[in-house]
């Protein structure tokens, strides 16, 4: 049994727990081959930032409501908005109240092992306080206060279960904890998922050996893959602003994928036909951005070329321009394990089973312009 912790940097990165590291480390749990640890603490933290954020939105409904309430309009109409926020009201804690119902029930579905807060923890954790001892970075440093009480989760785990495998994207208690004896460390669940003992727990089936000749028949199936991730790009992309320019530019439209590459070779098996895949793929976006006018002006006519724009204020026009813009991620293929159970599976069957199952982007690392804004 592989013994599990992460903490809330964990949960954060993916907050309905859907994309591929997820769901591989759900079958595995499910499968009785790891156990997920889930410290009080971490779980509050989480549940914390995720009731914040449906706060700001449940107010953001509620102050749209308020302002179509001021406005002039049909009794009809009038009648609906204050009916939509009444039944509003509590929307808040409603929302609260779902979203622990909701990981709670997640949390059972695989056996998670969930701790409660220890009082214990308490005062050793003053003692870190007041001495500067990891996880605090210096002495009395409040900052450090919550990641001294998952310090401290971590650290009875690690006594009861050798080897701990610790998944964390705060280097505050990553680094600290690196080099101890019987714990391992990850900076993201996907590094957990790629590591040797968890692919040794895949890489003892049938199913695996067929789903990496798969992958490799990714190359030559770049328009399947480019049909299937059409939607996804636009919802990844669509509103996301490219690169750290002054701009801002944003992209608002999207087109279809082209020159699509897959790593093969950087392909990761998450079990039960699933794998996750680098690829890179360039797009052409209609990109929105701001540009001084007197900027504007003295462009060249190849660098205005393209370039429709409108008045932003006195001194700034929006502008509009189609952009090949280059995204870098990784794709989540999921087929049929039944199909792929044989000792040998021709590649036409491969690829049959390919086109039956499903091809999504997991996530999106990089969105940069080919050429510059320019």
Avoid at 130 to 151: E, L, S
Avoid at 176 to 187: N, Q, R, S, T, Y
Wanted: charged share 25%; proline share 4%; net charge negative.
């Amino acid at each position: 049994m592989i013994h599990i912790v992460a903490d809330s940097t964990v949960y954060r990165a993916d907050p309905r727990r859907e994309k591929a590291a997820f769901r591989a480390l759900a079958r595995l749990a499910e499968g009785e081959h790891v156990t997920l640890h889930v410290p009080e603490i971490v779980r509050r933290e989480f549940l914390s930032q995720e009731e914040e954020l449906h706060e700001k939105n449940a107010k953001a409904i509620l102050d749209a409501v308020h302002s179509l309430g001021r406005r002039p309009l049909d009794p009809v109409v009038a009648a609906e908005v204050r009916k939509i926020g009444e039944d509003n009201a509590g929307l808040a804690a409603k929302l609260k109240a779902a979203a622990a119902k909701e990981f709670d029930a997640w949390a059972t579905s695989i056996s998670a092992a969930q701790h409660p807060l220890d009082p214990s923890h308490a005062g050793k954790m003053l003692d870190a306080y007041f001495g500067g001892a990891a996880p605090f970075k210096q002495k009395k440093n409040r900052n450090d206060i919550p990641d001294a009480f998952v310090w401290q989760a971590i650290q009875d785990l690690s006594r009861a279960h050798k080897p701990l495998y610790v998944v964390s994207g705060d280097a505050g208690i990553r680094l600290p904890l690196e080099g101890k004896p019987d714990i391992v460390v990850f900076a993201s669940l996907e590094d957990l998922i790629a590591s040797a003992p968890i692919q040794a727990l895949f890489q003892q089936r049938t199913v695996s050996t067929n789903l990496m000749a798969l992958v490799a028949l990714l190359p030559a199936q770049t328009d399947l893959i480019g049909a299937e991730i059409e939607n996804d790009l636009v919802d990844e992309l669509a509103g996301t602003t490219v690169g750290d320019h002054d701009s801002e530019p944003t992209i608002s439209m999207v087109d279809k994928p082209q020159d699509i590459e897959v790593d093969v070779v950087g392909a990761i098996d998450h079990g039960n036909g699933l794998a996750v895949v680098p690829f890179k793929a360039k797009v052409e976006c209609l990109v929105e951005f701001g540009i001084d006018k007197s900027d504007y002006y003295v462009m060249s006519e190849d660098e205005s070329e393209g370039l429709s724009i409108s008045d932003l204020n006195d001194h700034r026009f929006l502008a509009e321009k189609y952009k090949n813009v280059c995204v870098e991620g990784n794709l989540s293929i999921q087929v049929d394990a039944e199909k792929l159970r044989a000792e040998h599976v021709e590649a036409q069957a491969l690829i049959d089973a390919l086109k039956d199952g499903e091809i999504s982007i997991d996530s999106i690392d990089s969105v940069e312009f080919e050429q510059g804004l320019g």
